[in-house]
């Protein structure tokens, strides 16, 4: 398994980005995705999940209405549309998934982003950086 994350950058606040997350090497159909964010200094948290296989998206309360989880099969990739950065969203981000044969969906639906960090797989990660 193989999840390579992109998009990653410099922005100024109030701007926005879109993370990339190319994915290959699965043995199952429809795994669930996860983004993650690690900011300087502070653990890893999640941000969003999305079950592929029914397009159900769980996103953590704090950044409902700003981050929107995606994914395109065809093109084994799952993107993160960040939208009015601020500072605060300076971190590290990273793409983790779970097969569906491991609970992933059930992990997702109820928004037990942490079941990611024992039982997932993860991408080396994408820097984002919010200047004021």
């Known amino acids: 398994v193989q999840l390579v994350e992109s998009g990653g950058g410099l922005v100024q606040a109030g701007g926005s980005l879109r993370l990339s997350c190319t994915y290959s090497?699965?043995?199952?159909?429809?795994?669930?995705f996860g983004w993650f964010r690690q900011a300087p200094g502070k653990g890893r948290e999640g941000t969003s999940c999305?079950?592929?296989?029914?397009?159900?998206?769980y996103y953590v309360d704090s950044l409902k209405g700003r981050f929107t989880i995606s994914s395109d099969v065809a093109k084994n990739t799952v993107y993160l549309q960040m939208n009015n950065l601020t500072p605060e969203d300076t971190a590290i981000y990273y793409c983790?998934?779970?097969?569906?044969?491991?609970?992933?969906?059930?992990?997702?639906?109820?928004?037990?982003?942490?079941?990611?960090?024992?039982?997932?797989?993860w991408g080396q990660g994408t820097q984002v950086t919010v200047s004021s």
């Open positions: 983790s998934a779970i097969s569906p044969l491991r609970g992933g969906s059930h992990h997702c639906r109820t928004g037990e982003m942490v079941a990611f960090e024992a039982l997932g797989s």
């Open positions: 999305i079950d592929t296989a029914v397009n159900f998206k």
């Open positions: 090497g699965f043995d199952v159909e429809d795994p669930i």
